[in-house]
């Protein structure tokens, strides 16, 4: 892995497997009944590497693989085929509650994720308070988990997150959930994060997004790369495409 470097991603494959029931008519004339398993490509062997302390947007139509790419640089899933190599501790925004115990109160559900992120108990405890304040859940942070809206626990989960003092630090349109007051206090907490020199990588549909938070982005388009580079170039040409697809269609 290259000195300058904080994720190299080579020839990355990831299939998945796909049930279909056949017991329609159209499953028994195709498929002579029973289920039938395919075969689902969603990466196509792709390649990129992702400077320490660069930004980079990863975009495209749903079900291009953009957030297929950061479960597996989270390790949630793992690839086909093709290597990731990552330098430094990681932290995951991806999925809601992801990790959290619907059972225990805010306060314990902090342990047990922050633990999942590499902290250690004395760690989490200088913390706490920060994390509880930025979540502005206030005395909610000792009720269950399975009590809060998804906003309590998007708060939850980013003030999580943002506190590992991650070298890497992946999102996934977290900051598109919750109040628009959150909203921007999430924003400026990433734009903080990425000028203490933080590689970020942000998979979100909002073009302004990316291209205020990052550096460089990344089209995917059914499972390659389409184009990467300066992110105002990709998401134009992006948005081109898009507006000629709507065209076409109309």
Avoid at 43 to 54: N, P, Q
Avoid at 210 to 225: K, M, S
């Amino acid at each position: 892995m290259e000195g300058g470097h904080s994720i190299e991603v080579r020839n990355l494959v990831k299939d998945f497997k796909v049930l279909h029931d056949s017991y329609s008519l159209k499953g028994l004339f195709l498929f002579g009944g029973g289920r039938k398993r395919e075969l689902r490509q969603v990466l196509r062997g792709i390649s990129f590497d992702v400077g320490r302390g660069e930004s980079i947007g990863l975009i495209g139509r749903n079900g291009c693989g953009k957030s297929t790419t950061l479960k597996l640089l989270s390790e949630i899933i793992y690839p086909t085929s093709g290597t990731i190599e990552k330098r430094g501790r990681v932290s995951s925004l991806l999925e809601l509650g992801a990790g959290f115990h619907p059972d225990m109160s805010g306060r314990e559900n902090i342990y047990i994720n922050a633990s999942i992120f590499g902290l250690s108990r004395k760690e989490i405890d200088r913390r706490l308070d920060g994390i509880i304040a930025f979540s502005e859940l206030g005395s909610y942070i000792c009720n269950p988990v399975r009590t809060y809206s998804s906003g309590m626990y998007m708060r939850l989960a980013f003030s999580v997150a943002i506190s590992v003092d991650a070298d890497i630090l992946l999102v996934d349109e977290i900051l598109s959930v919750g109040d628009s007051a959150f909203q921007k206090k999430c924003f400026a907490k990433i734009q903080e994060i990425k000028a203490a020199g933080t590689t970020i990588v942000l998979v979100s549909h909002s073009m302004d997004q990316v291209n205020e938070v990052c550096d460089r982005a990344i089209w995917l388009n059914d499972g390659l790369i389409a184009a990467e580079g300066p992110c105002r170039e990709v998401t134009a040409r992006y948005r081109a495409f898009i507006d000629s697809q709507a065209e076409g269609q109309a």
